[in-house]
């Protein structure tokens, strides 16, 4: 199991992580970001991409 | 003992291409040189919010991965040259770095203004880490800042020091700031914004001269104007480095000259090197979701999109690099042919405005309002020929995010 976390205080809900992780992140009816803080070991590619295309660096993997 | 995948440049593309390279299974020996003195860290924020707070490494690295922890970096250290014959690289102190394979990040640097009295202190660019510390140093409330460019940086820069309470000048050559990429209706209404902020903008002009001693105190303008100046903020464009290719059969006239594989092409015959890559801003390449003319493109997504097709077209090459088989010729050849159409994106804060694009807004030949209002949140779609090749807005990102799947290549290759 995958423990995700975003840092908030840093998170513009530029949502570029949307494309790369659909199962985790999201953008809400207020264009904010929402996700989903656990996920299944076969989710570590998409969220690593996530990751890498937060212009924020704000998205984390808790191992 | 195999030569190890050498890449120059040790910023965002480097390090993406050192991950991709282990990720598509590649685990021989690779070293990295970078000019600067940090490890890879995260630009975008050095004109933004780094800058209107904190300006540290730690607050912008990037975090490094276990998959790397093995690279060879090399910081402080600049390549000074390149022989692609005898596949070797040489940095300033005379260090020879042989390769299998060379992937060039290089990346570009800042114009600077040429004057006759150029020595002033309180002169800055906005590229590295460095220049951000020095920069916001000198951004006190009541200091006279004249920023020299009106794009991107140079909006951004304006934001961050009104907010940090300077007294703020934008000298720019276009109608209006960002014309060019963003259009006039849209850039019109950004300088408004700007200007109920209490920017002022010096539109057409240019800065051709400066005043001062040993610090700077004036800027003079090509009508004439001399706007007092302490922090003077050139933000007027860049560089490729790429002199350090020079010598070398590879075109290097505006960026490095590839392939769809990210290799580069001789300058003698178009044939790529097959063991020689670009990456990122210094790469010029065909983008078929627009056009078949090869461009740089200064989008933050382009380092790490180009670092992922080369580090699976090497790891591919070279199999894992400690012994085992590499591919064979038709998996390498699967590889190469699934050609390169990143969807170039950008985004940029300025005061309380989240601006979000996606496509190459310059292209195009018609603009539209497509969303909101142009006083509040809009969205405006970017076409050519009747066809969409970008879409801006300022909020409404879920509008924006709508638009991005327009962006793909016709026929569905890539």
């Not at chain 2, 209006?176 to 057409?204: C, D, N, T, W």
Request: with cysteine.
């Amino acid at each position: 199991m995958l423990k995700i976390y975003v840092d908030m205080e840093k998170c513009q809900h530029y949502g570029q992580c949307v494309f790369e992780a659909p199962d985790i992140f999201r953008l809400n009816s207020d264009d904010k970001l929402e996700y989903t803080a656990t996920a299944d070991d076969s989710e570590r590619g998409n969220i690593e991409a996530a990751i890498d295309v937060c212009p924020m660096q704000a998205i984390f993997l808790v191992d | 003992m195999q030569h190890p995948v050498v890449i120059v440049g040790a910023s965002m593309g480097g390090l993406r291409a050192a991950e991709a390279l282990r990720r598509f299974g590649y685990l021989g020996p690779i070293t990295a040189i970078g000019d600067e003195p940090y490890a890879p860290y995260n630009r975008p924020p050095l004109s933004k919010e780094v800058l209107a707070t904190e300006v540290s490494h730690e607050a912008v690295a990037f975090l490094q991965r276990t998959a790397t922890q093995d690279v060879n970096w090399v910081l402080g250290s600049r390549v000074v040259s390149a022989d692609l014959e005898h596949q070797t690289v040489t940095d300033a102190n005379g260090e020879v770095y042989p390769y299998g394979v060379l992937i060039v990040a290089t990346g570009l640097r800042p114009r600077r203004l040429e004057v006759a009295n150029g020595m002033l202190a309180g002169r800055h660019a906005v590229r590295t880490l460095d220049d951000a510390i020095g920069l916001r140093a000198e951004l006190v409330p009541g200091a006279k800042v004249v920023i020299m460019g009106s794009g991107f940086i140079g909006c951004e820069v304006a934001a961050t020091a009104r907010k940090l309470g300077c007294d703020v000048k934008v000298v720019g050559p276009g109608t209006y700031p960002i014309v060019r990429p963003l259009g006039v209706k849209l850039a019109s209404e950004l300088q408004r914004r700007h200007e109920s902020q209490g920017v002022e903008f010096f539109m057409k002009r240019k800065v051709v001269d400066l005043l001062g001693s040993s610090r700077v105190e004036g800027a003079v303008l090509d009508d004439g104007t001399v706007l007092e100046c302490e922090v003077l903020v050139e933000a007027i464009g860049s560089h490729e480095n790429t002199e350090w290719l020079q010598g070398n059969d590879i075109d290097v006239t505006a960026g490095v000259l590839t392939d769809d594989a990210l290799r580069a092409v001789r300058a003698s015959n178009g044939a790529p090197w097959n063991n020689v890559f670009a990456i990122g801003d210094v790469a010029r390449f065909v983008n078929p979701i627009f056009d078949e003319i090869p461009r740089r493109v200064e989008h933050w997504n382009i380092p790490t999109d180009s670092a992922k097709r080369v580090g699976k077209v090497v790891a591919t090459m070279l199999g894992d690099g400690v012994g085992g088989a590499a591919a064979a010729p038709a998996e390498l050849n699967e590889v190469l042919n699934e050609g390169f159409a990143p969807i170039p994106s950008f985004w940029s804060d300025q005061y309380d405005m989240h601006i979000l694009a996606y496509g190459l807004l310059g292209l195009a030949d018609e603009i539209k309002l497509i969303d909101g209002e142009l006083s509040g949140d809009c969205v405006f779609g970017y076409y050519r020929a009747g066809k969409m090749v970008g879409v801006c807005g300022i909020g409404l990102r879920s509008v924006v995010q709508k638009y991005r799947s327009v962006f793909t290549v016709e026929g569905g290759k890539a």
